[in-house]
């Protein structure tokens, strides 16, 4: 996971980058891998820091990323 320490959320924030988390990794279909997770979250936290405040906003771009990851 990338450097995420400098990086600071209010409570209402965390809150809406949870539910957007929560909200993509459970339209993943199973087996849901860890690293799979850690794009999602990367993207969010990445996404929230640019101000981005949207849960679906949030949610699409995550999973968008997910797809354009290079494939091991």
Known sequence: MK???NAAFS???IEIMTGALKVAVASLPEPVHASHVNVLAES???TAGE???NIVDMKRIALLELQLMPRE
């Open 3 to 5: 450097n995420f320490s």
């Open 11 to 13: 409570p209402e924030v």
């Open 44 to 46: 969010i936290l990445r």
């Open 51 to 53: 101000g981005e405040r």
